[in-house]
């Protein structure tokens, strides 16, 4: 066999189908095997066998051969997923890589046009806004008047009432009784 020819898609196909149908058959005859020797050992007795005993003997031996017969169906099938691994890891691979490229730079040309568009509608805007007065801003309502400071009359009218709604007290004395003058 050469080693080389495993490494081209033909040869692995060939060595995996090889393999496989070696396994197959294989797992076809343990399984004839298993079902001869469970039905031999059935109808064989063996001195001292109580109810059931030949039964459970051919279980258990046609156990074995049944494993072995498990065990060349999953060696055909990793046969067929050692093919198919191959070729996607090693054969798909490089046109995989081009079309992730592909879509890749896609993205990004369309990324790179919405930000050409948004940096040519920031400029615009700014070019908008330098060419008017400093005095009205762009999109504000200009005012009538400008807005005035009227100083209240007193200072306690600057804050809002108190809670019970009365003003607050303008000296302490309005807290104590008037008395006798001491």
């Known amino acids: 066999m050469d080693i080389n020819a ?7 196909r060939a060595f995996t189908a090889t393999v496989r149908d070696q396994h197959v058959r294989d797992a076809q005859q343990y399984g004839q095997i298993a079902d001869i020797v469970r039905r031999r050992l059935e109808q ?3 001195e001292g066998d109580r109810w059931m005993s030949k039964k459970i003997r051919a279980w258990k031996v046609s156990r074995q051969l049944r494993a072995m ?4 169906g999953d060696a055909a099938s990793k046969a067929e997923a050692l093919y198919a691994t191959y070729v996607n890891e090693v054969l798909e691979l490089p ?10 730079l896609e993205r990004k040309s369309g990324r ?5 568009s948004a940096v040519a509608k920031s400029l615009n805007k700014t070019a908008a806004s330098l060419g008017t007065p400093q005095e009205q801003v762009p999109g504000a309502v200009p005012q009538a008047r400008p807005t005035e400071f009227v100083p209240p009359d007193t200072p306690w009218e600057q804050w809002p009432m108190a809670a019970g709604g009365e003003r607050p007290t303008s000296t302490i004395n309005d807290y104590f009784a008037k008395g006798d003058g001491r």
């Open 95 to 104: 046109q995989r890589r081009a079309l992730a490229e592909a879509r890749k």
């Open 44 to 46: 064989t007795p063996v």
């Open 69 to 72: 017969q498990k065990a060349s």
């Open 112 to 116: 790179q046009a919405a930000v050409g």
């Open 6 to 12: 495993l490494f081209t898609d033909e040869g692995l």
